[in-house]
């Protein structure tokens, strides 16, 4: 499937690709930083943004969206970076696809299952009663008794578009019904260790990777580089977007 993409600069393609509830827009601040040197390739995944929603999700499945949106574009290799959901997507594409991928950096995430509870954002948002007169601050009010973090929320209502026809920018039901998978990790069909350049980049703040996590990162990506963001969290981007920038220019590097 081909994905709605941005294309941003010129120079050898980096591709970034967003996290879970996200879309290409959000990671504007990457984009425009590294589109200075590079031609960036941000995208939005399946049921998410612009791209077609309806549709199932699995990392196989979202990896191969992204090469065959690739291919649609004549890129046959590139740089990849992706957070949380985009990272695990961005690994498996390295896994199943290595040729594809010059360098790899993964933010904020490990090839590991996670316990994290988003059924309870999803069930909120699908609750939420969709008219022509609601408005962000009702909405606002809405989440919060479910979602309690206002950051959070902020970040869920960056989907929502008002007006005479409100709806959702993400797939909501399709995103709920493929959670286990999306919070899971299991063996890629045709899965490789992937031996090119690779950095784990994460928010020196944030729990996502921790130490159970090294062994299985260093089985799928022998020699992978880990660097951690100072006063950063998950979204370390948004967190510490000078320090997250410095770090991919450099690893980017020719």
Known sequence: MILNTAVTGDGEPLVLIHGLFGAARNLGILTRALAQGAKV?????????????????????????????????????ANVCGHSLGGKTAMALALTRPE???????????????????????????????????????????????????????FLLN?????????????????????????????LPGQRAFTGPTLFLRGALSDYVGAEAESTIDALFPGAAR????????????????????????????
């Open 41 to 77: 390739i941000a995208m939005d995944l399946r049921n998410h943004g612009e791209s077609p929603h309806g549709l199932p999700m699995d990392f196989a499945t979202m990896a191969n969206d992204v090469a065959e949106t690739l291919g649609a574009l004549g890129i046959t290799r």
């Open 100 to 154: 594809m991928v010059a360098k790899l950096v993964v933010m904020d995430i490990a090839p590991v299952a996670y316990e994290h509870d988003y059924d309870g954002y999803v069930s909120a948002m699908l609750g939420m009663e969709l008219t022509p007169q609601l408005t962000r601050g009702e909405a606002d009010q809405a989440l919060a008794q479910t979602v309690k973090a206002a950051p959070m929320r902020a």
């Open 159 to 187: 989907n929502l578009v008002l007006g005479a026809n409100p709806r959702w920018r993400v797939g909501l039901t399709e995103i709920q019904a493929a959670m286990p998978d999306l919070l899971g990790w299991q063996e």
């Open 227 to 254: 660097q951690s963001i100072e006063g950063a969290a998950h979204w370390l981007h948004a967190d510490k977007p000078r320090e997250v920038i410095a770090a991919l220019k450099e690893f980017f590097a020719p």
